[in-house]
């Protein structure tokens, strides 16, 4: 039965190496997981391009997978393909002093307005704004942010977003780039 989100793939004519989804990572044909799923009667698909196998993994759903190939062949994806997968995927944040804030953030459209829109408004209230500021990761748990902790987080996406789309802009101009780290430590 095929599922996308535990699958193979042999991509182009590589006869060496498969990338697994679940394990967001290229594996050797003779990798014992990968052997045993072959002999439960599995098959791997068989796909032309990294491009082409980056769009059938985000139509699934599987946003950090299709990170991962970017990561993996960066060469061999087009520059909004890696810009979407960077989005898709999220940002993971650590939190000097404060763990229970740890988590990976979404960063998509919808979110990135709404993380402007609330820096905006604590920046406006000048620090007289009481409470906490609550806002889910992409596991759906709330975090509860002071005012001064979340405009920090808003900041550090405010310059990951920045890099993504400079380093999207220098793919475009015809330079290699690489994607920033999509991991920050927040102090």
């Given at each position: 039965?095929?599922?996308?989100?535990?699958?193979?793939?042999?991509?182009?004519?590589?006869?060496a190496q498969v990338f697994s989804s679940a394990r967001r990572a290229l594996v050797?044909?003779?990798?014992?997981?990968?052997?045993?799923?072959?002999?439960?009667?599995?098959?791997?698909?068989?796909?032309?391009?990294?491009a082409e196998l980056h769009d059938v993994i985000m139509s699934a759903g599987l946003?950090?997978?299709?990170?991962?190939?970017?990561?993996?062949?960066?060469?061999?994806?087009?520059?909004?393909?890696?810009?979407?997968?960077?989005?898709?995927?999220?940002?993971?944040a650590a939190f000097a002093g404060a763990p229970?804030?740890?988590?990976?953030?979404?960063?998509?459209?919808?979110?990135r307005s709404r993380i402007a829109a609330i820096a905006a408004s604590l920046?406006?209230?000048?620090?007289?704004?009481?409470?906490?500021v609550g806002f889910r990761d992409v596991a759906g748990e709330i975090h509860a942010f002071s005012?001064?902790?979340?405009?920090?987080?808003a900041a550090a996406v405010e310059s990951y977003?920045?890099?993504l789309y400079t380093a999207e802009a220098t793919r475009l101009a015809g330079h290699g780039a690489d994607m920033p780290n999509p991991a920050v430590t927040i102090l």
């Open positions: 039965m095929y599922r996308p989100e535990d699958c193979y793939w042999t991509v182009g004519d590589n006869a050797a044909v003779g990798d014992q997981t990968y052997t045993a799923w072959l002999a439960d009667g599995n098959a791997p698909s068989r796909i032309a391009s990294w946003a950090a997978a299709a990170h991962a190939i970017v990561a993996l062949k960066p060469d061999d994806v087009t520059p909004q393909q890696a810009l979407d997968a960077a989005f898709a995927a999220g940002l993971a229970e804030l740890d988590g990976v953030y979404p960063i998509d459209a919808e979110n920046r406006a209230a000048k620090g007289k704004r009481d409470g906490a005012g001064r902790q979340f405009l920090d987080f977003v920045f890099a």
